[in-house]
């Protein structure tokens, strides 16, 4: 409760716990704003993370029930950590880039922590969902105004005003269009279908085909999934075909065709003409990169070159400075061996496992949003590399932290089951 008494404004909480949940709620947000709109500013990004695990920090000592749990996925994060960094005992270069890896995959522990810390309920998951598509909204509102309105089709949409890859931004933007579409579909806030609207165009605008591919998948597979709604295979077709209205007019507008249907016609024509020379430029780079990480792989299987040589071996090798393999899955490999890539991908397994339950045995809608998202992740990995990357690895563990919602679910379920069998 705020209040103004005196000339002194005073802002009284219910209870010590609340008020740590605002100040984390504010963390989230503010971690994730500043760390696409001030790029050139190192330290925000790691400062705003400790101050999530500092929050929720907050939030357990103002619990009544005190229980010390190591989450799952913060052991399995930190296992991965301490192996890439014991990787530096076999590897080609060590340097000062090194260290930053290692500081990024610290925070990157602090931050999945603290959400497991701040989720104890379903409200709690509810609101992390909010948050996220809120500073989603913030991110995408700040680079539509960055980018002036007759530049919207040169693509520049996504990194012009965050200094960040578009393609990794455009990935994120989709992950809250998804969750935009899951608060409009399954739990019926109609005013969110206009967010899953400004998400689309967002994601066109910024010329990213991974981005699209996910942004017309996504609500598609959740509404094949959702076997248990209403009007199933009238909400299909209804969504496919808005799906085709998405692509006719990617193609058919002037501005979304120069911003990713050319894009898009590249690939098609790369993947299905035999490999004509009229594909862009960048596709045959990224396919070349990714051979380089099989080679590299290849000379070291099981442990790997190291973290982060991948780049520094290239550059040595090719004079290709700054490069990465653009596959999370041969970038691991090349880097890490089959040791990290088993460690890493693990937890991917038993997070699909627990959704794949909460979502079809214990009839959770929210488990069902995670599991479409977890599915989408892996696809796209074979265009993105995410392993070292703070963002993702947020959503990731929102998604594990879901799974403690859905058994909240099935036990709810089977009580409604049980008192129906007894009527």
């Not at 596959?327 to 880097?335: A, D, G, K």
Request: with cysteine; net charge positive; hydrophobic share 50%.
């Amino acid at each position: 409760m705020v209040s103004f008494k005196n000339g002194v404004l005073r802002v009284q909480s219910e209870s010590r716990e609340s008020t740590a949940r605002t100040i984390y709620d504010i963390c989230f947000v503010l971690n994730t704003v500043t760390l696409f709109a001030f790029q050139s500013i190192k330290f925000i990004g790691t400062a705003t993370g400790v101050l999530m695990l500092l929050a929720a920090m907050l939030l357990w000592i103002g619990r009544r029930e005190k229980r010390v749990v190591i989450p799952y996925n913060t052991a399995w994060y930190a296992l991965f950590t301490a192996y890439s960094a014991l990787s530096s005992l076999w590897s080609f270069y060590i340097d000062a880039d090194m260290a930053g890896y290692f500081l990024r995959m610290v925070v990157i522990v602090a931050m999945i922590t603290s959400i497991s810390i701040y989720v104890d309920k379903p409200e709690d998951l509810e609101r992390l969902i909010k948050l996220y598509i809120m500073s989603m909204t913030i991110i995408v509102l700040l680079e539509l105004t960055a980018v002036p309105v007759s530049e919207w089709s040169n693509g520049l949409v996504g990194s012009y005003f965050s200094g960040s890859n578009k393609n990794g931004v455009a990935f994120l933007v989709f992950c809250a269009e998804l969750m935009a579409f899951y608060e409009f579909y399954s739990r019926g806030k109609k005013s969110y279908i206009l967010l899953v609207a400004i998400f689309i165009v967002f994601i066109i605008l910024s010329g990213s085909r991974k981005g699209i591919f996910a942004a017309v998948a996504g609500p598609l597979m959740f509404v094949v999934l959702s076997v248990y709604k209403k009007n199933y295979f009238f909400n299909i077709i209804l969504v496919c075909t808005v799906a085709a209205l998405i692509i006719f007019y990617i193609f058919t507008d002037e501005n979304a065709y120069n911003a990713i249907g050319k894009r898009m016609e590249s690939m098609f024509e790369f993947l299905f003409e035999n490999r004509s020379q009229k594909v862009d430029n960048s596709i045959y780079m990224r396919t070349y990169y990714i051979q380089l990480a099989q080679e590299l792989f290849s000379e070291s299987p099981i442990l790997g070159k190291g973290m982060g040589n991948f780049a520094k071996i290239i550059d040595e090798l090719y004079d290709l400075n700054g490069v990465y393999s653009h596959n999370n899955y041969w970038q691991i490999l090349s880097e890490l061996g089959l040791v990290g890539f088993g460690i890493y991908y693990s937890m991917y397994f038993v997070i699909i496992i627990r959704l794949i339950k909460g979502a079809f045995v214990n009839k959770s809608r929210v488990n069902l949003l995670f599991l479409c998202f977890m599915i989408l992740l892996m696809v796209l990995e074979s265009g993105l590399v995410t392993y070292n990357s703070k963002m993702p690895h947020v959503v990731i563990a929102i998604a594990y932290a879901s799974t403690y919602v859905g058994e909240m679910d099935g036990r709810k379920y089977q009580y409604i089951q049980n008192n129906i069998v007894n009527q």
